[in-house]
C-alpha cells in the first residue's frame, strides 16, 4: 500500500497560530483602548485650557480687578473655577531696582477643576495684569 502524506496543517498548528493571533489581537486592543484614553484626556485638557483663557482674557475688562479669591462654575460644563486675584509689586528691573510705574499690578491664579471618572482633576494658570489705577475724585 502506497500512502501519500496530504498536505496542510495540524492540528497543533492551528492551535499554535490560534494563541499567537490571540495574544497579537489582545495587545493590538490594549493599545487601541490607551490611545483613545489619551486623546479623550488630551481634549478635555485642551477644553479646560480654552475656558481658562477666555476667563482670564476677560479678567479686568469693563470692569476693575479687585482683590479676592472668587469661584463659580462654567456655564454648560462640568467644569468649575477658583479665580485668586493680588496687588503685587512690579519685579525688579535689569539693575536690581523695582521701578515705580504709574499701574496697579495684579497677579491673577485661575485653577481649573473638573471630574475625571471619579478622580478630580485641575489645571493651574497664572498672569499678570496691569490696570490704571483708580483716581479718587
Not at 479623550?40 to 476677560?58: F, N
Amino acid at each position: 500500500m502506497n500512502m501519500r502524506r496530504q498536505g496542510g496543517f495540524t492540528l497543533l498548528e492551528m492551535v499554535a497560530a490560534f494563541v499567537v493571533f490571540s495574544l497579537a489581537f489582545g495587545l493590538l486592543m490594549q493599545i487601541n483602548t490607551s490611545a483613545l484614553r489619551t486623546a479623550r484626556h488630551s481634549a478635555t485638557y485642551t477644553h479646560a485650557t480654552l475656558l481658562a483663557k477666555s476667563m482670564l482674557d476677560q479678567a479686568g475688562v469693563g470692569t476693575p480687578l479687585e482683590e479676592g479669591v472668587e469661584q463659580g462654575e462654567f456655564e454648560d460644563t462640568d467644569f468649575s473655577w477658583e479665580m485668586d486675584v493680588r496687588k503685587t509689586e512690579a519685579p525688579p528691573g535689569d539693575g536690581g531696582l523695582v521701578e515705580q510705574i504709574a499701574v496697579d499690578l495684579f497677579r491673577i491664579e485661575l485653577k481649573v477643576r473638573w471630574d475625571d471618572g471619579g478622580r478630580e482633576r485641575e489645571v493651574s494658570f497664572v498672569t499678570l495684569r496691569a490696570m490704571q489705577p483708580e483716581v479718587a475724585t
